[in-house]
């Protein structure tokens, strides 16, 4: 099983949410690795009455192993369900990776 569906299967179990995008963003960031960068959206109604700390607490919790292995880095867009109507159903972009081996511009 890839990455990508282990940490796909793992937040469904988790937090039974009402929406859940798990997209692979390793190829805009430096090195080899493919399953290294992800951007997690995640609407849930298990979020109620949290902080975004709190959430993200969950979230990094539920794929310790995986942030133990390949994982460099995720990208946490999180909801509840309230708050996934007000924002429109719109997930932001991930900005351009700027670190690395990437050239930097001053």
Known sequence: MN???AITEKLQQALT???LEVLNESHMHSGPATESHFRLSVVSEQFAGLSPVKRHQMIYACLAAELQGGVHALALHTYTPV???RSGNTIP?????RGGSKARSN
């Open 3 to 5: 990455t990508q569906t």
């Open 17 to 19: 949410p009402e929406f």
């Open 83 to 85: 708050e996934w109507l």
């Open 93 to 97: 972009e991930s900005p351009n990776c």
